[in-house]
């Protein structure tokens, strides 16, 4: 016969008196209970480092000449006039637009063919071709100027603005065209398969295929292409001796002079030469983000 005693649970045992209960875990605050100013703070701090220089630069374009006031105002339009027509920046606008654009679209071409090849075809020294490829970002622009002075000095290129298109194409199709094949890997095979099938071409299939679906690579290697050439100085200054042909950041560099520099015109020719980079990177922002999450992906 079972008694109560032995049915009944055994008693837990006693805590040590030495023993310090175990505190409780803190649970890690959500982000959306991280106090706002710990937020706001350091994003304020940030954007007003990063936005004082551009004040300044509107400051000295915008207020007159030998004003010290920390407001643009009475506000005048002189510098900029002045750089536009004396100092002949329009006529670099337009080297730099036509620079730009051409660089853009043999840039986005070259690399878009090579591209394709080293993301479909494989062949012996695909490796190493990729390797020389990563290699040959490590080598300064400084060390081409001689090179590529003689060659176009045979081929009778000099103070042309052809020059500087192929030099800054050369320069940029290494990074671009690893980007396009990175690009190009993550569109299925399947699918320039399916359109085989269906009676396409190679040629066919990646302009109906592949093509529409690397819209914002091409666009991210673009705009970078554009941006890269029209900031470049160093392939203008030394392949281009007229000034009707030069570019803006070498118009930029004439604003200065060992005695004296003129810092409102010098203003006012740097925000002609930024209005045009911050726009296109205002009306492409959408499909650059989209370029660099896709290439950020492996296929």
Same mark, same amino acid.
């Given at each position: 016969?079972? *008694?109560?005693?032995?049915?009944?649970? !055994?008693?837990? +045992?006693?805590?040590?008196?030495?023993?310090?209960?175990?505190?409780?875990?803190?649970?890690?605050?959500?982000?959306?209970?991280? +106090?706002?100013?710990?937020?706001?703070?350091?994003?304020?701090?940030?954007?007003?480092?990063?936005?004082?220089?551009?004040?300044?630069?509107?400051?000295?374009?915008?207020?007159?000449?030998?004003?010290?006031?920390?407001? +643009?105002?009475?506000?005048?339009?002189?510098?900029?006039?002045?750089?536009? *027509?004396?100092?002949?920046?329009? *006529?670099?606008?337009?080297?730099?637009?036509?620079?730009?654009?051409?660089?853009?679209?043999?840039? *986005?071409?070259?690399?878009?063919?090579?591209?394709?090849?080293?993301?479909?075809?494989?062949?012996?020294?695909?490796?190493?071709?990729?390797? !020389?490829?990563?290699?040959?970002?490590?080598?300064?622009?400084?060390?081409?100027?001689?090179?590529?002075?003689?060659?176009?000095?045979?081929?009778?290129?000099?103070?042309?603005?052809?020059?500087?298109?192929?030099?800054?194409?050369?320069?940029?199709?290494?990074?671009?065209?690893?980007?396009?094949?990175?690009?190009?890997?993550?569109?299925?095979?399947?699918?320039?398969?399916?359109?085989?099938?269906?009676?396409?071409?190679?040629?066919?299939?990646?302009?109906?295929?592949?093509? +529409?679906?690397?819209?914002?690579?091409?666009?991210?290697?673009?705009?970078?292409?554009?941006?890269?050439?029209?900031?470049?100085?160093?392939?203008?200054?030394?392949?281009?001796?007229?000034?009707?042909?030069?570019?803006?950041?070498?118009?930029?560099?004439?604003?200065?002079?060992?005695?004296?520099?003129?810092?409102?015109?010098?203003?006012?020719?740097?925000?002609?030469?930024?209005?045009?980079?911050?726009?296109?990177?205002?009306?492409?922002?959408?499909?650059?983000?989209?370029?660099?999450?896709?290439?950020?992906?492996?296929?």
């Amino acid at each position: 016969m079972i *008694t109560k005693e032995a049915t009944a649970p !055994a008693p837990a +045992p006693a805590r040590a008196d030495h023993e310090p209960p175990r505190p409780a875990k803190k649970r890690r605050p959500a982000w959306d209970e991280v +106090p706002r100013w710990q937020i706001y703070l350091p994003l304020g701090v940030y954007l007003v480092f990063t936005l004082v220089p551009f004040y300044w630069i509107l400051l000295f374009a915008l207020r007159p000449a030998g004003s010290t006031s920390l407001v +643009p105002w009475p506000m005048t339009f002189d510098h900029f006039e002045k750089v536009w *027509t004396d100092r002949s920046f329009g *006529t670099f606008f337009e080297n730099s637009v036509y620079v730009g654009l051409a660089t853009l679209v043999m840039t *986005t071409l070259v690399a878009l063919a090579g591209g394709y090849a080293l993301a479909r075809f494989d062949f012996k020294i695909k490796r190493a071709f990729m390797l !020389a490829l990563l290699c040959s970002q490590f080598v300064p622009g400084a060390l081409l100027l001689v090179p590529l002075f003689e060659i176009f000095a045979e081929l009778q290129m000099i103070n042309s603005l052809g020059s500087v298109i192929i030099a800054e194409t050369v320069f940029q199709l290494p990074l671009s065209m690893i980007l396009i094949s990175n690009f190009i890997k993550n569109v299925p095979y399947s699918l320039e398969e399916a359109a085989w099938v269906d009676g396409c071409g190679r040629m066919r299939a990646f302009l109906v295929v592949v093509l +529409p679906l690397l819209r914002p690579g091409l666009i991210a290697v673009g705009s970078f292409a554009f941006v890269h050439s029209w900031n470049h100085f160093l392939f203008a200054l030394m392949f281009l001796n007229n000034q009707d042909k030069q570019t803006i950041p070498v118009g930029l560099n004439t604003l200065m002079s060992a005695d004296s520099v003129d810092l409102g015109a010098l203003a006012a020719g740097g925000i002609i030469a930024a209005v045009p980079v911050v726009l296109v990177f205002a009306f492409i922002q959408k499909w650059l983000i989209t370029g660099f999450s896709a290439g950020a992906v492996k296929g």
